[in-house]
Nanobody, 118 residues
């Protein structure tokens, strides 16, 4: 199992930056992939960025060039650095961990609100 604790959300003006953190309860190398998803009111949850244990990275087209996912293995923490924020980035952001044991199991954090004002 994996417990995930997110932090770093808040209110920011358009064009600003925020960094989200997700602390995992186990070593990152033991997790197959970690990522950030977001869900805006009335919309489905969508992938924002993901990183595998082999360091492959994937971004949603809408955030490419503005968001960066990274890891700190010593702290078992995954970060999402968000820059040039837009009002359409407003959503609850969720940290996700994927374990393949061998079936695929998804774990989720509690979510953190990001609000971008225009």
């Amino acid at each position: 199992q994996v417990q995930l604790v997110e932090s770093g959300g808040g209110l920011v003006q358009a064009g600003g930056s925020l960094r989200l953190s997700c602390a995992a309860s186990r070593r990152l190398f033991s997790i197959n992939a970690m990522g950030w998803y977001r869900q805006a009111p009335g919309k489905q949850r969508e992938l924002v960025a993901a990183i595998t244990s082999g360091s492959s990275v994937n971004y949603a087209d809408s955030v490419k060039g503005r968001f960066t996912i990274s890891t700190d293995n010593a702290k078992n923490t995954v970060y999402l650095q968000m820059s040039s924020l837009k009002p359409e980035d407003t959503a609850v952001y969720y940290c996700n961990a994927v374990l393949i044991v061998p079936r695929t199991v998804n774990y989720w954090g509690q979510g953190t609100q990001v609000t971008v004002s225009s």
